[in-house]
């Protein structure tokens, strides 16, 4: 499975290193690294190992993701862009002819994606505002494939929804990383999960819910179809 494609329609590949099978993804910007991640050149590609300890994108391959919209020419908007590091995954995995919306508020954080991983790749948009507030995204255009929000905030439920309500085409994906620990401290894990996914109803059709453990623990993922 050297350097191979996953399955015909996936963009990230298994690359045998240092006697493992590991994930990875073709370098769109040849010779740059982003997070000190492994560059492997095969067959005249380069690509660059992907860390599921890293990435909660990941870990959900890792762990079983069924569903995989990141394509070739997908667009993405992504919430929580923070230094890149899964962002620069999907900007692989999308191509030059593809594009990520990355929408972070923070302003070190963002001079960061910027400086290291947006300012090498042209299909990155760095969309410096607030996630509350899609209507200021001066620079997202379109509609999109699929929403990817990871913002750890209490209310990121509603908030990402108000983004798919925006942005996000009939039938695309929506990616909610949800982090127990940031909604309530005092509740039980599955009891926040469960509240979380209430919220989806209606809207979404839900297709997966993945731990991530043992590559992030507090952090599920759920996978749903945008119906409205
Ligand atoms: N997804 C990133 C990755 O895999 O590389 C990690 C994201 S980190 C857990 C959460 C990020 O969301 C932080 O960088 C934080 O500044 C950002 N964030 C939190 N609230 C936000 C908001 N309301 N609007 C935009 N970004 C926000």
């Known amino acids: 499975m050297e ?16 006697g493992q099978r590991r994930l990875a993804t073709e370098n769109l910007v040849p010779g740059n690294q982003v997070y ?8 005249g590609v380069e690509y660059r190992l992907w860390d599921p300890f890293r990435s909660k994108l990941a870990a959900a391959i890792m762990n079983g993701l069924d569903d995989f919209p990141f394509e070739n020419k997908s667009r993405i908007l992504y919430l929580g862009a923070s230094t890149g590091t899964t962002v620069s995954h999907i900007s692989d995995i999308v191509g030059p002819s593809g594009i990520v919306f990355g929408v972070e508020h923070a302003s070190r954080v963002a001079r960061d994606f910027l400086d290291r991983v947006a300012s090498y790749r042209k299909n990155i948009i760095p969309v410096l505002q607030d ?28 908030i990402a929804i108000e983004n798919c309500d925006m942005f996000l085409k009939k039938g695309g994906f929506f990616f909610l990383i949800i982090k127990t620990r940031s909604i309530d401290v005092t509740k039980s894990p599955k009891k926040i ?3 979380e996914i209430e919220k989806l109803k209606g809207k979404f059709e839900m297709t997966q819910l993945i ?14 179809k945008f119906k409205s």
């Open 3 to 18: 350097g191979e494609k996953a399955k015909d329609n996936q963009s990230f590949f298994w690359i045998k290193s240092d």
């Open 193 to 195: 999960i469960q509240g």
């Open 211 to 224: 731990d991530l453990r043992p590559y992030d623990k507090d952090h599920w993922m759920a996978i749903a």
């Open 36 to 43: 000190r991640e492994k560059l492997i050149l095969k067959n």
């Open 131 to 158: 996630a509350r507030k899609p209507s200021a995204y001066f620079s997202v255009f379109g509609k999109v494939d699929v929403v990817y929000a990871d913002i750890a905030q209490p209310d990121q439920t509603k």
